[in-house]
């Protein structure tokens, strides 16, 4: 559980408290509902991360909308987005194993993340990650409902893939930006669980390296 289900639980528990003792119990119901809403919302559940070499996870639950190969700052990089509905499992974690490079608060505008112009135009957070030579980029976007992101690791901090790193408040999205050549795994209508869910596996650098990996993909399959 996230703490700040409990602070928005107990909030409204209060508020049902002294809505019954100045009209009638009966209007405590709606307070009280949404209290159970909130602890339920902020749910934290454990999950089993996957350990094979070069391998991407998803940074959240939810529904991938898109993977589509893009051009940022005149490169050619894939892509892969993640709708989260007010239903979804809201915390995020790592999509890798590395360090936090950079991380950039963009301020924006407020459109349903559905909206592909939500991708550059909405608030957001963007965070860049190095891990075993490879960069990878994700972002945390505010949604129509999402009014604050939460991002607790700092610059130079290291990672463990699926390490849980902060959260979106109520609908969102998050994209990840992977080399192009990056071996998908997941495909458009597909349900994500972050930190299980592997959306990609990067080709690792060096031959040395490739045959590791392949390796170890083999004997994790």
């Known amino acids: ?16 408290v002294i809505v019954s003792w100045l009209t009638r119990p009966a209007w405590a119901i709606i307070p ?16 089993s991360i996957p350990d ?36 979804d499992v809201h915390v995020n974690r790592s999509p890798i194993a590395g360090v936090v490079r950079e991380v950039r608060y963009q301020r924006g505008k407020f459109l349903n993340a559905m909206n ?3 991708a550059e135009e909405n608030e957001q957070n963007i965070v860049r990650m190095e891990g075993d030579g490879q960069v990878v980029v ?12 939460v991002f607790h690791p700092k610059v130079g901090n290291h990672l463990e893939r699926g390490q849980r790193v902060g959260l979106i ?24 669980r972050g930190g299980t869910s592997v959306l990609a596996y990067l080709e690792p650098k060096g031959e040395l390296a490739s045959a590791e990996y392949h390796s170890a993909r083999e004997g994790a399959q």
Do not use: C, N
Request: charged share 20%.
């Open 52 to 87: 094979a070499p070069e391998t991407v996870v998803s940074p959240a639950d939810g529904k991938v909308t898109e993977v589509s190969q893009v051009t940022i700052g005149g490169e050619e990089q894939l892509r892969i987005s993640i709708f989260l509905s007010v239903f």
């Open 116 to 118: 592909p112009a939500s």
């Open 1 to 16: 559980m996230v703490r700040d289900g409990y602070f928005y639980a107990l909030g409204l528990i209060a508020a049902g």
């Open 169 to 192: 408040k109520f609908g969102s999205r998050t994209d990840v930006l992977l080399s192009s050549h990056a071996k998908v795994r997941v495909k458009v209508g597909d349900r994500v």
């Open 138 to 149: 994700f972002k945390q976007i505010a949604g129509l409902l999402a009014r604050r992101i």
């Open 32 to 47: 009280l509902l949404l209290a159970l809403f909130f602890l339920w919302f902020f749910r934290d559940p454990e999950r």
